[in-house]
C-alpha cells in the first residue's frame, strides 16, 4: 500500500522535473535521451493502471530477456535496483538499475547480465547481496523470519550454483527437522558464513561452542551421524 | 738453637736444615711417638729462624724460598707419610687411618703455621698469594684427599648400607670422615656433593626402589605406610648422626619419591587394605598415616584426593543403584535413600575434618563426588523431587508425633541444606518444595516452628530470593489466623449472614506466592453460597481494591452423614462435598446431571465419584457397579453404608504434576536466561559468544546448570527481538542494542 501510494505521488510530480532532478550534475543531453529510452521500457512492462511492473510484467520481461524468471540474475536485478517489493519493479527502481547497468534498451540489458552477476559475485559484494535476498522475500510488515520452503527455494536460486552440495544437504535437514518452522536473517547469514568458512563434508574446523546459530550446530550433529 | 745477637745472616742451607730437624721433632710429636714436647724456648726459636730468614737484607731475604720450603714440607709428608699408611688399609680400618691422619695433618698445618708466621704477615699479604693455611688444605686435598676419596666414599657407603639393613656401626667415625669430605671442599660443598653425596643419593634410590617393590608385593597398605614412615624417620636419624644437613631434603625427597610417589596408584588401590578400603572399614589412623606422609610431598596429596573421590562416588552411586532396584513400580522409597545419602555424608566429612585435617583438596573431592551421585534419577524422579518429597515427609511426620525431639529434626534439616548444595537444579527443589509446602500448610497440621527454620536455613544458604515466596505463604498461615478471628468477630456483630448451623473458615492466599491453582465454576450448595457472600462483605469492608478468587479445589468440609445405621461425620473436599450434598435433594442423580447441576470438568467429576463410589468407602451406589466411572452411570445415596468409625476421612488423591513442575521450571529457566544475558551484555556492550555462555552459566549456577543449547537459543531469540545483535566485523561477537 505504502508503495503504490508513494509511485503516485511521484507520478503527480511531472515527470520532466523528477528526471532532471536525478540528473542535474550528470551530461544533460545524452543521458536524458538515455533517461526517456529507459522510461520507453519500462512502460512496456508496466501495469498501466499502478504505473509498477508487477509480477506478470516481471514474468514477460524475463522471457524476453530469454532468463527464467526464477533464475538469480533477475535477483541480481533487483538488487541493483534496490527493489524493497517482491515481484514488482517501481519507475524509480527501474531507472535506478538501469541506469547504473548503463541499459537503456533490452538487447542491452541482456547483455549486462553476465557482467552484473560478476559484480555480485565479488567478494565485497555478496554479503550484501546475499542478505538482500533474504529481505526481499520478507512480504508482510514487520515479517521478520521466512518459512522453510521459501527458504529451501530461495537457497537453491541464490547458493545453488556455487554451493550446492551444502545447498543440498541443509535443505533436506530442514525439511525433516522439527525444532525450526522459520529461518531468520541470523540463521540466514549464518549460512552464508559456513559455506565460506567450513569444508564440506568434512566440517573440521567446525566448532558448536562459537557462535554459530543453533540449527547449524544441529545441522552439523545431523550430518555427523549420518556419516557415522 | 740459642738466641744470640749474630749478625751473620743466615744461609738458606742452614735455616733449612734448622727448620728440617724442628718438623722431625713436631712430626714425632703428633704422631704420638715418644718425644719430648717443645719447649717455649724451641718454640720461640723455630719462629725466630723464619723471623730473621725473612728480614735479612738482600741477598739473603729468603721470604720466598721459606714459602716453597714451608709447601714442601707439607706435600712431602703428604705423599710420604700420610698416603702410604692410609693405602696400606682396607675398609673401615681405612677409614679409621684417614680421620687419625686428617687430625694429625691439622695439627701440622696449625703448628707449622705458627712457626713461618711471619711469612702470613708480610710475604703473603704484599703479595697476594694463599696464606699458609690454605697452602696446608690445598696441599693436603691434592695430594691425600684427591687419592683416596673414592675408595673411602665406597667404604662409607657400604657401611651406611650395612646400618640400614639394620646392623650396628661406628657413626662417630663416619661423622668425622664426612666432615672431612666437606672441608675439603675450601670453602664451599662441591666435594661433598660431587665426591660424595652424588653416589650416595644415587645408592639410596636404589636401594629404596628395591625396597618399594618388594614391599608393595608382600605387604597391605597400612603396612606398607609404617614401613614407609619407618624409613623416612630412620634416614632422618641417619642425617643428624653423621650426614651434612644440605644433605636432609634431597636424602627426603629420594625416600619419598621412591617409596611414596612412584607406588602412589599402586599403594592407594590395593585391593582390601588400599584407601578404598581403609575408608570403608574407618580405618583413621591408617588414614591419618597416609595424609601425614603424602602432605609432607609438593603435591602429593592429589593422588589421595583422587583415590578418595573414586570411594565416595563409587559409594555414592551404588546406593543410587540400590534404590533404584528396590523401586517397586516406578515409586522410589525416598526416606530411605535420602537418610542413607545423609548417613554417608556424615561419614565422610568426618574422614575430611580429622584423618585429612580439613584440608581443602579433601573438601573438594568431597563436593565433586556427591555432586555426581547426587544429581542422578532414580526411577524418573530427580534428586531434587526427593528431597523435596522427603523433607515433606519428614515435616509431616514431625508436626503429628509431637514425641520428635526437636535436636534431631533441626540436624536433620541442616543436613537437608548441606545436600541441597550438591544438586544443581536447585530452583526444581524449590518449585516441588513449594508444592508440597503448600499442600502441608492447608491441609492438616503443621509446626511454624519447623517450617520457619528451615526457610531461614536455606535463605542463609542460598540468599533471600531463593525462600521469599515460600516465607510468604507461611506468612500468610500466620495472617490467616488472625483474619479469621476477625471475621468471627463480624458475624458475631453483623447478625446476618451467619449460615444456620455451618462453621465456616477461610484463609486468604497471596497470589504470587503460592503456586498458581485453577480455578473453577463450581456450583456450590446454597448453604456454602452464604458462606462465601458473607465473607466476601466482611473483605470488602475491610480491605480496598483486592480481588478474591476462590480455590474450592483446595477446600475441605465435615459433613454429617445420616446413615441408616448411625450418622458418620465425614470429613471430604470441597468438590467431594458438592457431590454429597446434591443428594441432599435427590435420591438419584445420573453422571449428566451431575455435571450440569454442579459445572465441574469431566475429570474433577470422575475422581471425585471414584473416591465417593468406587474406593474404599461407598457412600454411593453406582449402576453400574464397575470399578471405573463412565459418563452413563448413575449414582445413589447408599443409606445402608456404616463403618465402626464415627469420623471418616476421605482423601481426594492428589493429580500428579511432576510434568507440569518440569515445565513450569523450564519457562522460568527460559525468563532467568533471559534476563542474565540481557543483564551481562548491557553492561559489558561487547562480548565475544564463549564469554557471554560462561558469564551466563556463571551467573545461573546458584539456581541450576543452565543448558548450553538453551543458552544459544536464547540468544538467538533475543538477536530477533534486537536486543542483541551479531557484531558484522567478527561473528563470534555480540553488541547491545540500546
Redesign the interface.
Known amino acids: 500500500m505504502r508503495r503504490s501510494s508513494a509511485a503516485s505521488k511521484k507520478k503527480s510530480d511531472s515527470i520532466t522535473s523528477s528526471t532532471t532532478d536525478l540528473f542535474r550534475s550528470g551530461p544533460s543531453k545524452a543521458t536524458s535521451k538515455e533517461m526517456d529510452r529507459i522510461d520507453h521500457l519500462f512502460n512496456q512492462y508496466a501495469n498501466t493502471s499502478s504505473n509498477l511492473i508487477d509480477p506478470e510484467g516481471i514474468e514477460e520481461l524475463c522471457s524476453n530477456l530469454e532468463v527464467p524468471h526464477t533464475d538469480i540474475r533477475i535477483l541480481m536485478l533487483a538488487w541493483k535496483m534496490k527493489a524493497e517489493k517482491q515481484g514488482y519493479f517501481t519507475q524509480e527502481e527501474w531507472r535506478r538499475g538501469l541506469k547504473a547497468l548503463r541499459a537503456d534498451t533490452l538487447s542491452k540489458l541482456k547483455k549486462a547480465l553476465p557482467e552484473l552477476e560478476k559484480e555480485v559475485r565479488r567478494q565485497s559484494n555478496f554479503a550484501d547481496f546475499y542478505a538482500y535476498a533474504f529481505r526481499y522475500c520478507l512480504t508482510e510488515e514487520k515479517q521478520k523470519s521466512i518459512d522453510i520452503e521459501t527458504i529451501c527455494q530461495l537457497l537453491d536460486i541464490v547458493m545453488g550454483s556455487t554451493f550446492r552440495a551444502q545447498v543440498d544437504y541443509f535443505v533436506e535437514y530442514l525439511k525433516i527437522q522439527n525444532d525450526y518452522k522459520v529461518i531468520n536473517m541470523d540463521q540466514w547469514m549464518g549460512f552464508d558464513r559456513f559455506c565460506n568458512e567450513i569444508s564440506f563434508p568434512e566440517m573440521t574446523e567446525y566448532n558448536p561452542e562459537l557462535a554459530w546459530p543453533l540449527v547449524l550446530d544441529s545441522f552439523v550433529e545431523w550430518i555427523s551421524e549420518k556419516q557415522a | 738453637m740459642s738466641f744470640s745477637q749474630n749478625r751473620e745472616p743466615i744461609t738458606i742451607e742452614d735455616g733449612f736444615k734448622l727448620i728440617d730437624a724442628a718438623v722431625t721433632k713436631l712430626t714425632r710429636i703428633i704422631e704420638g711417638k715418644p718425644e719430648p714436647p717443645f719447649l717455649p724456648e724451641e718454640y720461640i726459636g723455630n719462629y725466630t729462624i723464619v723471623y730473621n730468614m725473612c728480614i735479612q737484607k738482600p741477598p739473603h731475604d729468603s721470604s720466598g724460598p721459606l714459602y716453597e720450603k714451608y709447601g714442601a714440607i707439607l706435600q712431602a709428608y703428604d705423599k710420604l707419610t700420610i698416603l702410604p699408611s692410609i693405602m696400606e688399609k682396607h675398609d673401615e680400618y681405612m677409614l679409621r687411618e684417614v680421620s687419625r691422619w686428617w687430625e694429625i695433618n691439622k695439627i701440622m698445618v696449625r703448628w707449622l703455621s705458627h712457626f713461618f708466621y711471619y711469612l702470613d704477615r708480610y710475604y703473603i699479604a704484599r703479595n697476594g698469594i694463599p696464606s699458609l693455611t690454605v697452602v696446608g688444605m690445598t696441599c693436603f686435598r691434592d695430594h691425600v684427599y684427591e687419592k683416596v676419596h673414592f675408595n673411602v666414599k665406597q667404604v662409607v657407603i657400604a657401611l651406611i648400607h650395612k646400618e640400614r639393613e639394620g646392623q650396628q656401626i661406628d657413626r662417630a667415625l663416619l661423622k668425622n670422615v664426612l666432615d672431612l669430605f666437606v672441608q675439603n671442599g675450601m670453602g664451599n660443598m662441591e666435594r661433598y656433593e660431587k665426591d660424595f653425596e652424588d653416589f650416595f643419593l644415587t645408592e639410596t634410590n636404589s636401594y629404596y626402589s628395591r625396597k618399594a617393590s618388594s614391599w608393595i608385593q608382600e605387604d597391605s597398605c597400612p603396612e606398607y605406610m609404617i614401613k614407609a614412615e619407618e624409613s623416612l624417620k630412620k634416614e632422618k636419624e641417619r642425617v643428624s648422626h653423621y650426614l651434612h644437613s644440605d644433605t636432609e631434603p634431597k636424602l627426603v625427597a629420594n625416600v619419598q619419591t621412591n617409596l611414596l610417589v612412584l607406588v602412589a596408584k599402586q599403594l592407594l588401590e590395593k585391593e582390601n587394605s588400599g584407601c578404598s578400603a581403609l575408608l570403608r572399614d574407618d580405618k583413621t589412623d591408617d588414614l591419618s598415616r597416609m595424609y601425614r606422609l603424602y602432605h609432607a610431598i609438593p603435591e602429593g596429596l592429589e593422588p589421595v584426593a583422587v583415590a578418595f573421590r573414586l570411594h565416595v562416588t563409587a559409594e555414592g552411586n551404588s546406593l543410587i543403584k540400590q534404590a533404584e532396584d528396590a523401586a517397586t513400580s516406578g515409586i522410589v522409597e525416598e526416606q530411605v535413600l535420602v537418610r542413607k545419602i545423609i548417613d554417608l555424608h556424615d561419614k565422610y566429612m568426618a574422614y575430611v575434618t580429622d584423618c585429612f585435617q580439613n584440608h581443602t583438596l579433601f573438601h573438594k573431592s568431597l563436593k565433586e563426588a556427591f555432586e555426581i551421585f547426587c544429581n542422578k534419577k532414580v526411577a524418573g524422579s530427580s534428586s531434587a523431587e526427593m528431597l523435596a518429597t522427603f523433607c515433606d515427609n519428614l515435616f509431616k511426620k514431625a508436626a503429628n508425633d509431637k514425641s520428635n525431639d526437636d535436636s534431631t529434626i533441626e540436624s536433620t534439616i541442616d543436613n537437608v541444606v548441606k545436600l541441597l548444595d550438591y544438586i544443581s537444579d536447585k530452583d526444581l527443589f524449590a518449585e516441588f518444595y513449594r508444592k508440597k509446602l503448600a499442600r502441608r500448610l492447608l491441609f492438616g497440621k503443621f509446626s511454624d516452628d519447623h517450617e520457619r527454620s528451615i526457610l531461614t536455613k536455606l535463605k542463609g544458604q542460598f540468599g533471600g530470593q531463593f525462600t521469599s515466596k515460600m516465607e510468604g505463604m507461611v506468612t500468610d498461615m500466620q495472617l490467616g489466623k488472625d483474619q479469621q478471628t476477625g471475621f468471627e468477630e463480624y458475624l458475631k456483630n453483623a447478625n446476618t449472614g451467619k449460615p444456620k448451623g455451618i462453621d465456616f473458615t477461610v484463609t486468604v492466599l497471596t497470589t504470587g506466592f503460592w503456586p498458581s491453582y485453577k480455578t473453577s465454576d463450581l456450583n456450590l450448595p446454597l448453604e456454602m453460597v452464604n458462606c462465601i457472600e458473607s465473607f466476601k462483605a466482611h473483605y470488602e469492608i475491610k480491605t480496598n481494591h483486592r480481588r478474591l478468587m476462590w480455590i474450592y479445589s483446595l477446600g475441605n468440609c465435615n459433613l454429617t452423614a445420616r446413615f441408616d445405621a448411625k450418622p458418620i461425620e465425614l470429613i471430604v473436599s470441597t468438590y467431594q462435598a458438592a457431590v454429597l450434598c446434591a443428594f441432599n435433594h435427590t435420591e438419584r442423580l445420573t453422571y449428566q446431571e451431575l455435571i450440569d447441576q454442579l459445572n465441574l470438568s469431566h475429570e474433577d467429576l470422575v475422581r471425585v465419584l471414584h473416591s465417593l463410589s468406587c474406593a474404599k468407602y461407598k457412600f454411593l451406589k453406582k449402576e453400574p457397579a464397575s470399578k471405573t466411572i463412565s459418563k452413563t452411570d448413575s449414582f445413589e445415596f447408599n443409606s445402608k453404608f456404616t463403618d465402626k468409625m464415627r469420623r471418616i476421612k476421605v482423601p481426594l488423591p492428589p493429580v500428579d504434576d511432576r510434568k507440569k513442575v518440569v515445565e513450569d521450571v523450564d519457562k522460568d529457566r527460559r525468563y532467568a536466561i533471559d534476563a542474565s544475558l540481557v543483564r551481562i551484555m548491557k553492561s559489558r556492550k561487547v562480548l565475544?559468544?564463549?564469554q557471554l555462555?560462561s558469564e551466563c552459566v556463571e551467573q545461573l549456577s546458584r539456581m541450576f546448570k543452565p543448558d548450553?543449547?538453551m543458552i544459544?537459543?536464547r540468544?538467538?531469540d533475543l538477536?530477533?527481538r534486537d536486543y542483541l545483535e551479531?557484531d558484522t566485523e567478527n561473528?563470534?561477537?555480540?553488541k547491545y542494542v540500546a
Open positions: 565475544p559468544h564463549q555462555v548450553i543449547k544459544k537459543k540468544i538467538e538477536i530477533t551479531r561473528p563470534n561477537t555480540f
